[in-house]
């Protein structure tokens, strides 16, 4: 390993050696990047001041570190370092590409690159970030009592950096200032993570307000995730709801009743006088369509 290593620098330091210094014209330019932990990132960079460079061999070395991360002599197809690492296309540009991104890439990077046209090198920072997992919701009581105390929980855990949670009722009404988050950072070599766990308490709560939805955001304030709680009455409220929708039921029945009845007598009141008073009616369009009105009220509660 070590002697593939030397042979590659010396190959490198050949390159270097051949080409001739680039002066100010020509750019190696890198985007600062953040990738997500167990995914594939790209960083972006390209050249300024050059069309048509074909690069030869590249090197990735972290700030700090003499080992390089990773290098790449194109002819040769010579690759040494972290298998994760690779150029995106090296046909295309300088590009790079690291597969299972870790939480341990996080740093400044240096990278070096000879092409034909010279020699050119730039410095990016690399952070990594963790999606929160979907969050999990539950209630205190596990069946709530209508104007009760209750207690709303949303939790997400997996994520980094650090981020919130916000809350929302039926009405889009923001219960966040009325929450309290708790967060919980775990910290291993090879893994960061924060657990969120936000607790909305009502001292009464009102279920008209429901269902309710908790959104987790992440440390830039984006979306991660979001779930709406279901929160089920206690067996005496849902009782009571089935009972106040029957009574409604009966309520509107009534209201049917009557109003056909309403509706009949005011039909033959019209033909009555209609036949008695044409000349009045069509003397006064007024009349004529706040009768009408009368109608399509009545026909509300039956629609
Ligand atoms: C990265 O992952 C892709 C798809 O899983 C694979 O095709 C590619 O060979 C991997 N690259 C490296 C450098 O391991
Ligand atoms: C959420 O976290 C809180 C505090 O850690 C805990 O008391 C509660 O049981 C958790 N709820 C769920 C559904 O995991
Ligand atoms: C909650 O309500 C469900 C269904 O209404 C019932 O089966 C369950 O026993 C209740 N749980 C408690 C703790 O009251
Ligand atoms: C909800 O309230 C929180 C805390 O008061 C605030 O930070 C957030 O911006 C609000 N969200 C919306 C959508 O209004």
């Known amino acids: 390993m070590a002697f593939i290593t030397i042979m590659i620098l010396a190959v490198v330091g050949t390159f270097i050696q051949a080409v001739e210094p680039s002066g100010d014209l020509f750019k190696l330019e890198c985007e600062p990047a953040v990738g997500i932990a167990a995914h594939t990132t790209v960083i972006t960079c390209h050249f300024r001041g050059h069309e048509d460079i074909k690069i030869s061999a590249v090197s990735l070395r972290k700030v700090g570190q003499n080992e390089p991360t990773f290098q790449h002599v194109i002819a040769q197809q010579q690759k040494i370092g972290d ?10 540009g300088p590009s790079l590409k690291i597969n299972d991104t870790m939480f341990s890439d996080t740093g400044e990077f240096a990278y070096e ?158 033909f009555f006088r209609r036949g008695k008073e044409q000349n009045f009616l069509i003397l006064n369009p007024d009349l004529n369509s706040h009768i009408k009105d009368q109608r399509v009220s009545l026909n509300v509660p039956i629609t």
């Open 113 to 270: 690159i000879v092409t034909n046209r010279g020699k050119a090198s730039a410095k990016f920072s690399f952070s990594v970030t963790a999606k929160y997992k979907d969050p999990i919701v539950s209630t205190w009581p596990q069946n709530v009592t209508e104007g009760g105390p209750t207690v709303l929980y949303c939790n997400a855990t997996e994520g980094y950096p650090t981020g919130t949670i916000h809350w929302f009722d039926r009405y889009g009404t923001n219960w966040t200032i009325n929450s309290i988050l708790t967060k919980t950072t775990k910290d291993t070599y090879s893994s960061k993570s924060v657990a969120l766990s936000s607790k909305l308490t009502f001292n009464s709560i009102d279920l008209s307000l429901a269902p309710f939805r908790c959104i987790v955001l992440n440390s830039k304030y984006i979306q991660d995730g979001e779930k709406t709680i279901q929160i089920t009455p206690a067996k005496q409220d849902a009782e009571e709801m089935a009972e106040s929708k029957s009574n409604k039921t009966n309520i509107i029945a009534g209201v049917m009743v009557i109003g056909s009845l309403i509706a009949g007598l005011l039909f033959a009141l019209f």
């Open 83 to 92: 298998p994760r690492f690779s150029l995106k296309n090296p046909a295309k």
